[in-house]
């Protein structure tokens, strides 16, 4: 049976150049919106075969996102002794492709979540601009290496954090492309303090945690704040939203406990896309991942909603504008 579109994830055709089998079955969208499968899988790399008057332009392929999610994990797994090694001895074709392999992954998970196309596809443009500039800076590229050592997908997490705020910045009407740009990249780096903590202690469920292991835990946006400081031309607000971004409204987060008046703008929109990518992204500390009108109820109705406001209702009007629009299609 032919896949449909919701089945298929579309990948840059470059990925494969280097393979010496394609890994899965390849597809090209028709006009007519059909998909067509022009590769299967096991073939050899050297032997793919496009349609000729697709082969001259042909920028990217189709493949089932099922499939492409256990490659991109095996993957980034057989890489990880690897990528932790020192920055010059990782050639920058490698360190590139498995980030935007794990972005291509990512973006899939968040198309299920229903945003506008318009929404989503400004964020995933934006984003995959990080990961391209963070592939191009060595001392970035190093420190987003080291997270791949975790299991519990902190890659994942940090690209989906990236894509989420920026489409949070956009709903709040914020029109310069820097100010987005900034924001993408403080939430692709937010969390790069972890990379100094133990594997252990992160793939342990946070309920689990002793008293000082609590403290230790709580200490990565400082340790990612020192880690930035080895960096050169990190903006100012970035530094910020590494630094804040477990920090909320109410001055119940945490390192400093500092209350909303007291937060930069941005690691507060910051702020809001962690929450809600926790809850939404599987992780080791959630029995079952919750649907995006599942994560709004449940920040507002359970956390009681310690987030800035504006941010907190940009988020919201997001996540209900989908669910609305899914109502009218069904109806």
């Known amino acids: 049976m032919d896949p449909s579109i919701d089945q298929l994830v579309a ?12 890994p899965f079955d390849l597809y090209v969208r028709l006009p007519n919106g059909k998909f067509l499968l022009v590769i299967k899988a096991g073939m050899a790399a050297s032997t793919r ?5 697709a082969q001259s332009h042909l920028e990217e392929v189709w493949v089932r996102k099922t499939e492409y999610r256990k490659f991109v994990t095996r993957t980034v797994h057989t890489a990880q002794t690897f990528l932790a090694g020192p920055p010059h001895n990782i050639p920058p074709k490698s360190k590139a492709s498995i980030l935007a392999m794990t972005a291509n992954s990512v973006f899939s998970e968040i198309e299920r979540f229903g945003f506008s196309n318009e929404s989503y596809s400004h964020a995933r443009a934006i984003t995959n601009s990080i990961v391209k500039m963070v592939d191009q800076k060595p001392e970035l590229s190093h420190i987003m290496s080291g997270l791949t050592l975790s299991q519990d997908r902190l890659v994942d997490h940090c690209i989906a954090v990236s894509a989420i705020a ?3 910045g956009r709903e709040l009407n914020w029109q310069k492309d820097q100010t987005i740009e900034k924001i993408a990249l403080g939430g692709m780096l937010h969390d ?5 903590l133990s594997p252990e202690l992160l793939n342990k469920p ?4 002793t008293h000082d292991e609590v403290i230790e835990y709580e200490t990565h946006p400082y340790r990612g704040v020192q880690i930035l400081q080895s960096v050169s031309n ?5 530094i910020a939203m590494v630094y804040e971004h477990h920090e909320n409204s109410i001055g119940q987060g945490f390192p400093r406990r ?3 008046v007291r937060m930069n703008p941005l690691a507060r929109v910051v702020a809001i896309a962690n929450a809600f990518v926790n809850l939404t992204l599987p992780n080791i500390n959630l029995s079952k991942a919750k649907s995006p009108l599942e994560a709004i109820s449940y920040m507002e109705n359970v956390q009681g909603r310690p987030y800035n406001r504006e941010a907190f209702l940009a988020l919201k009007t997001l996540v209900d504008r989908d669910h609305k629009n ?3 299609k069904v109806s």
């Not at 075969?49 to 008057?53: F, G």
């Open 11 to 22: 990948v840059s055709i470059k990925e494969f150049a280097d393979l010496p089998r394609i």
């Open 49 to 53: 075969r496009l349609s000729s008057e």
């Open 166 to 168: 920026a489409m949070i």
């Open 192 to 196: 790069i303090g972890k990379k100094e």
């Open 206 to 209: 946070r309920i689990d945690y």
């Open 234 to 238: 990190i903006p100012d607000d970035v």
């Open 258 to 260: 500092l209350r909303e």
């Open 326 to 328: 899914k109502k009218v």
